[in-house]
């Protein structure tokens, strides 16, 4: 088959990839969309030094064998942690944190391939009226779910997002459909305008790291009860102790190869809680794409063929149509 192989240094595009073989309690899935997702990139700049196999965790597919019958045909998204369902976190409601988990496309082979294969436990049917053009978005969209997991707020309360991208437009969206006043900050105008409709934004200025003001009023931005660092990038953990409130909450949402240099103590003496976020619960994600409360810009489609391109592109998402 098909595949993007990633072989520990770079990314190898092959035709004659072996099919891979299911074991029970496992799926194997015809792979229909795959979306290249940040942390693929990260891979390769090497933030998974030990890994070599098929790339890619964000996809739409369809059964086409599994012992479970009923999966047979459906069209799914997956889960990406697998789970032992026996060590520490597994046994106290952590399985997200598995010791053991596997996850496509970091520690085993993932969905930038025409077949791979996943437990049935991590599928989840995508309902008929949701395309996959959209059901490519469940993934991602979770892990801004996770954040209303994670905390509670009341209606109303001033919540900064800071970054433009995918992972920022997800976060900024979900806030707002749980009641949020949501401030999105980021560098790039064009793609601070998708906010618009929903959400204040404010443009920082990449070279400063400040927060232009362009009406010159020199008005100072009042700080938010919870922001959210959604850039990507180390520099935005700094920003976000800049715009958080005293006893306010930090949810830190990239992850990035690299440190952070920033003061720490700010941490205690502003008593300010930080909170780190990663995946986060599939049903919510799926019935916000089918319910309307979330829209996200159309992805842009490759072959896998013309991977170097799908990796390039510099549109809201990019992948591949397998
Ligand atoms: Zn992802
Ligand atoms: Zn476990």
Do not use: W
Not at 274 to 292: E, N, Y
């Amino acid at each position: 088959m098909k595949a993007i192989y990633y072989n520990g240094s770079y990314p190898e595009y092959r035709e004659n990839h072996p099919v891979p073989e299911r074991k029970s309690g496992e799926s194997l899935l015809k792979v229909r969309l795959a979306a290249v997702c940040t942390t693929d990139k990260e891979v390769l700049k090497g933030y998974r030094p030990d890994f070599n196999g098929v790339m890619g965790h964000e996809f739409t597919a369809v059964v086409v064998e599994s012992d479970n019958s009923e999966l047979v045909g459906k069209r799914v998204v997956g889960e990406i942690n697998e789970v032992c369902h026996e060590c520490l976190y597994c046994r106290t409601g952590r399985e997200h944190h598995c010791i053991n988990r596997r996850t496509p496309g970091l520690s085993r082979d993932g969905c930038f391939a025409e077949y791979m294969v996943l437990r049935d436990e991590n599928l989840h049917a995508i309902p008929d009226e949701l395309p996959d053009e959209m059901a490519i978005y469940t993934e991602p969209l979770a892990a801004a779910y996770e954040i209303v997991e994670q905390i509670e707020f009341e209606t109303g309360t001033p919540a900064c997002v800071i970054g433009d991208g995918r992972l920022a437009l997800c976060v900024a969206q979900v806030l707002h459909q749980y009641g949020a006043e949501v401030t999105v900050i980021g560098k790039h105008p064009e793609k601070l305008r998708i906010f618009e409709s929903f959400a204040k934004t404010e443009q920082l200025d990449s070279t400063t790291m400040k927060i232009e003001d362009p009406a010159g009023t020199g008005a100072e931005i009042e700080p938010y009860e919870l922001v959210v660092e959604a850039t990507g990038s180390a520099s935005g953990l700094e920003l976000a102790l800049q715009l958080v409130r005293s006893m306010g909450t930090i949810v830190l949402k990239s992850t990035y190869a690299g440190g952070a240099d920033v003061n720490l103590s700010l941490i205690p003496v502003r008593e300010i809680t930080v909170i780190g976020s990663r995946c986060g619960p599939f049903d919510k994600a799926l019935d916000g794409l089918t319910g309307g409360a979330i829209n996200l810009p159309e992805i842009d489609l490759y072959d896998l063929a013309d991977f170097e391109k799908a990796f390039q592109s510099r549109k809201f998402k990019s992948g591949f149509r397998i």
